[in-house]
């Protein structure tokens, strides 16, 4: 794991997206401007992953209304070595009957920039832009998958 001059360092992105929500909310009922169970578990899971892992919470992290998607940067660490803590989370969102994506993939971090701007936060680094495409390919295929690159 190096550094680069750009104040970059080599790291993982982490992106952890709830799969289906709004039909998962419509058929529950459950509001999507409050924490319902599904993102105030995530919003915890999120908190505890970040403080474990020394990481940075780029977008997504919202403890008012609830965490439904969330881009982490998690430096000088490999995707291999989070891959026991993300099967956990999936497994705490699957129990809830609620599927989840999650993607790692290893690159540069470092811009921590955290924003409320979803586009600025996936679009701001080769590696979220290639995270970004990684979960949509994912998703089309049905998602509630770990994908690690």
Known sequence: MGQTGK????????????????????????????????????????????????????????????????????????PDELLEDLREIKRRINGLGVGVTIVAVKGYVGLIQRTRNRRAAYKATPTRRYALRLLRNAKRKGGNIIVVA
């Not at 080599?10 to 289906?20: A, H, P, S």
């Not at 998962?24 to 578990?41: C, D, F, H, I, M």
């Not at 403890?63 to 998690?74: D, L, N």
């Open 7 to 78: 104040g970059l360092v080599e790291g993982t992105v982490v992106v952890i997206d709830l799969d289906k929500f709004e039909q998962v909310v419509a058929e529950r009922g459950w509001s999507e401007y409050e924490p319902n169970p599904a993102t105030a578990l995530l919003t915890e899971l999120v908190k505890a992953f970040t403080s474990k892992w020394s990481a940075y919470v780029v977008y997504g992290l919202d403890e008012e209304r609830g965490t439904e998607e969330a881009v982490i940067e998690v430096p000088f660490t490999e």
